[in-house]
């Protein structure tokens, strides 16, 4: 592969967070081998077949009955983790033409392309969900489905390649690490191969803004201010603080989430600021300090204000992203129709030679 | 073109500037699918960049590795073909392009894995079979568009007929080379007839034939190409990445 032709550094980060990854993989393989019961019971004890599945730690599959309001979560919260890969490819997409070094590019061209792979593999478990990608496609396009707020924010310097991959990435492991036990089987298996590969994105991210910081005056300069704009979206991330948060009551319940969301975001700050001082770069937050007492960084928090402002559409990239994902749609459509007029005359040819 | 050094560093520019042009595709395909094929080629064509501009610089032994030679010299020094610079236009040009480079890249690169020169023989093994993969992709391509719709027929004739004639330079013979790029001419004619006639598209009459790549003299589009790929490595002299 191209993307890991560098030595491994024992400073770099995601060592304990894939360990977490192989136990999710590790309890996913117990939990297929326990001998679950093939069945509900009767027809009428549908739900509580469901909810014992979910309280004994098992996996609920797409052929099993399910709560609609379960579907409808899972569909939404997995077609805006697929939305989000997609979209997420262009802040990083914008610096493939200008990576500083052919190693470089070539890191960086396979990472966005392991995006686009991740994509689709999320919406191949969407689809599980009884949706169509079609669909799931059409909704982001018209505005009707989100996909996460950070993929908003502009790449200025190449310093924001590795910052998205240090902080960005890193805040998505975080998020997504629990998810390796969702009690959805098809969501945690994905979970399971894409933070395995988001990790080594996000080593690699640190390895780039490694180089910066130990480089030249300007590098390191470039380098500060990556992680100077890219700390507090990255904060944000981890979604509105839990009492404003709408979904995650029952989320937690269905055991689709398993940590709040100031519990992720507590865990992020506490990974990154060790991170940070091997980097030698600062985290732009004067009140972030150890807390003896909780055993956990005080830090500032995000502008919520400014969080929800994203997410309606207001942040500095929204309408170019969607622009350039709707234009790359459009320019794109008589390619599709070739490809499936091209399709159907080789049908139609099948079917007249078994025919004759 | 005069010995290895010129003929290792043509090839290097070749791979370069395409890399560079497939990869301008990301984000930007016309299915998710595709935007994961042109970034894989991409890289197989970056990666057989890095391969051949490093030897090129070991056997020019000026001390220039692969950056150097790839961000510090002006379009006046590349010696890439012109095929490779022009514009992506719209798919079917894109895909044209591809099918003329892979037609030329199999034989060149298969009949380098037999060469004298054990690093060139090297990297021809290794390039080839993803030449082949690339040779693959495109030729599904073009008959996809060329027997799709009434309108992907359109496109994909007028991108076969604006690219054709930059194929010539490719064959211009180099009896010092370690590989003569006359001797590859057929082998690419029957290739790419066969592929035309399955995808009902008309090859052009051979008019107009546009060289100079080999010689440092291109297309106005290279200066731009380059302007964008050196930005930042020419900004931060001497800096490591």
């Known amino acids: 592969m191209y993307g890991n032709d560098f030595g491994t550094t024992d400073d770099a980060p995601g060592g304990g967070l894939l360990g977490e990854v192989e136990a999710a993989e590790t309890a996913l393989r117990e939990a297929a081998a326990r001998q679950r019961r093939g069945a509900p019971a009767s027809a009428d004890d549908l739900a509580g077949y469901f909810d014992e599945v979910v309280a004994a730690d098992q996996k609920i599959e797409p052929r099993d009955w399910m709560p609609e309001a379960y579907r409808r979560t899972l569909i939404r919260q997995i077609a805006q983790h697929a939305h989000s890969e997609i979209i997420g490819m262009q802040p990083e997409g914008n610096w493939i033409s200008r990576a500083p070094s052919l190693k470089r590019k070539a890191i960086l061209l396979a990472k966005v392309q392991d995006e686009a792979g991740h994509g689709l593999y999320l919406y191949a478990a969407a689809e599980t969900l009884g949706i169509s990608r079609d669909e799931l496609v059409e909704m982001l396009l018209n505005g009707r489905q989100k996909y996460s707020s950070i993929f908003n924010y502009p790449t200025l310097t190449w310093a924001d390649v590795g910052a998205i991959g240090w902080l960005v990435d890193g805040a998505a492991i975080v998020n997504q690490v629990p998810l390796c036990r969702c009690s959805y089987g098809p969501y945690a298996r994905a979970m399971i191969r894409v933070c395995k590969e988001e990790s080594f994105h996000q080593r690699q991210g640190y390895e780039i803004l490694h180089t910066l910081s130990h480089g030249t005056p300007a590098q390191k300069a470039m380098a500060q201010d990556a992680v100077d704009r890219w700390w507090y979206p990255s904060l944000a991330m981890f979604g509105p603080p839990d009492g404003e948060s709408t979904h995650s009551t029952q989320s937690m319940a269905w055991k689709i989430k398993r940590f709040s969301n100031d519990e992720l975001r507590q865990r992020f700050v506490d990974m990154c600021v060790q991170q940070a001082e091997i980097l030698g770069l600062t985290i732009p937050d004067p009140d972030l300090r150890w807390n003896d007492e909780r055993q956990a960084y005080d830090y500032t928090q995000p502008d919520y204000d400014e969080l929800m402002r994203v997410i309606s559409g207001d942040g500095p990239c929204n309408r170019e992203r969607m622009a350039h994902r709707r234009r790359a749609h459009e320019e794109g459509a008589w390619v599709r129709e070739a490809a499936a007029a091209y399709a159907a005359k080789r049908a139609a040819e099948q079917k007249e030679t078994v025919a004759a | ?241």
């Open chain 2, 1 to 241: 073109m005069n010995g290895p050094f010129d003929f290792t560093l043509a090839l290097g520019d070749d791979a370069l500037i395409a890399a560079q042009r497939l990869a301008e595709w990301t984000t930007r395909a016309p299915e998710m699918e595709e935007d994961i094929a042109l970034a894989n080629i991409a890289l197989d064509q970056l990666g057989a960049a890095r391969l051949l501009l490093t030897y090129a610089g070991e056997l020019e032994g000026a001390g220039r590795d692969e950056d150097a030679l790839a961000y510090q010299r002006g379009d006046r020094e590349f010696r890439n073909c012109l095929l490779v610079e022009l514009p992506n236009g719209d798919f079917a040009v894109t895909m044209a392009k591809l099918l003329f480079l892979a037609a030329y890249q199999v034989p060149l690169y298969t009949a380098l894995a037999g060469c004298a020169d054990e690093r060139l023989a090297a990297i021809g093994a290794k390039a080839r079979k993803e030449s082949a993969y690339h040779l693959d992709h495109a030729s599904l391509w073009v008959r996809r568009l060329g027997d799709g719709t009434e309108e992907s027929h359109r496109r994909m004739q007028a991108a076969v007929d604006q690219v054709w004639p930059y194929t010539a330079e490719l064959f211009t013979p180099d009896p010092t080379a370690p590989v003569d790029p006359a001797g590859l001419r057929a082998e690419f004619d029957a290739t790419v007839a066969a592929i035309l006639t399955a995808a009902t598209l008309t090859r052009p009459e051979t008019g107009w034939t546009p060289g100079g790549g080999r010689d440092g003299v291109h297309t106005e589009h290279l200066s731009y190409l380059l302007a964008e790929m050196q930005v930042l490595h020419r900004a931060h002299p001497g800096a490591r990445w």
